[in-house]
């Protein structure tokens, strides 16, 4: 396959900020950043909660936080609701300016700046947490970002990210069952049909297995992964039994299904001391 170029990546995230597609209200207003996150809370998708024991929200006030990739600013907001000093940045302004606008309505503050995250502008050791959430997996080449993103963090620090996941449901039964009976993916090659996940024009969308995601993080220790998101109206079952199933199993976000073929891949490392 033809490498990608960090130029179409930003081109089309520039003009299809994540999600947006979905929203019906104008990107930037009050409606829409409540639009986004209670698509994004949904028990199907990544509740607060869940969020907050991967993130650790909750138990951030003093923490100097860097989201690498921050889009509307979602997460550097959960973590600067609890005190947390944070900062963001993102390749394109368009995801710039929606950070500001969230912070400005809900009156935090935050720093934010635009770059490709091959060259951090911050000096060694400067964060205590850096996360890149749904990122990474958008760079054809991700290992330049996380040694900035070792690079900043100080010495015991946590690197968190979120990755599409190799072996989910999603990506191994799904897609193939939309290439065979969706006249919008029929025809398209499995590496195509992943990319149009985030968009029809969307440039490049990669998978990971777990093996994967670790060497990504050689070098950091107290490795530490999890999956997450498949429900149960995702596993294509018969109508009708998603609802049966919901009664009896825990919750979307909860079930056996999500913790092994989860389309999320969440992972947590430590820099060393």
């Avoid at 990107?27 to 907050?52: K, L, V």
């Avoid at 993130?55 to 921050?70: E, I, M, N, Q």
């Avoid at 990755?163 to 193939?176: D, I, N």
């Amino acid at each position: 396959m033809t490498p990608v170029a960090n130029t179409e990546v930003k081109s089309f995230w520039e003009a299809n900020p994540v999600a947006a597609e979905g929203i019906a209200a104008t990107a930037g207003t009050p409606e829409f950043f409540r639009s986004f996150d209670a698509i994004r809370e949904a028990d199907d998708c990544e509740p607060w909660s869940f969020s907050d024991e991967i993130h650790g929200y909750s138990t951030s006030a003093g923490k100097r936080v860097l989201d690498v990739g921050c889009g509307n600013g979602y997460v550097l907001a959960q973590y600067a609701k609890f005190g947390a000093d944070v900062t963001g940045v993102d390749l394109t302004q368009t995801a710039i300016n929606l950070s500001q606008a969230r912070f400005a309505l809900a009156g935090l503050t935050g720093a934010f700046h635009t770059t490709d995250g091959h060259r951090l502008p911050f000096p060694d050791a400067s964060f205590d947490i850096a996360c890149s959430m749904g990122v990474l997996h958008h760079i054809e080449d991700p290992h330049p970002m996380i040694a900035e993103m070792r690079r900043v963090l100080k010495p015991g620090g946590r690197i968190i990210l979120m990755l599409y996941y190799r072996g989910s449901w999603k990506y191994q039964v799904v897609f193939r069952v939309k290439r065979l009976f969706d006249p919008r993916y029929r025809g398209k090659s499995q590496q195509e049909a992943l990319n149009m996940n985030d968009g029809d024009d969307c440039p490049l969308a990669k998978v990971y297995t777990r093996g994967q995601a670790r060497s990504l993080l050689a070098g950091f220790t107290e490795y530490h992964d999890e999956l997450n998101q498949l429900s149960f109206r995702q596993l294509l079952l018969v109508p009708g039994l998603d609802r049966l199933l919901r009664r009896l199993l825990p919750a979307a976000n909860r079930n056996i299904f999500a913790r092994t073929m989860g389309w999320n891949l969440y992972i947590k490392a430590m820099k060393p001391s």
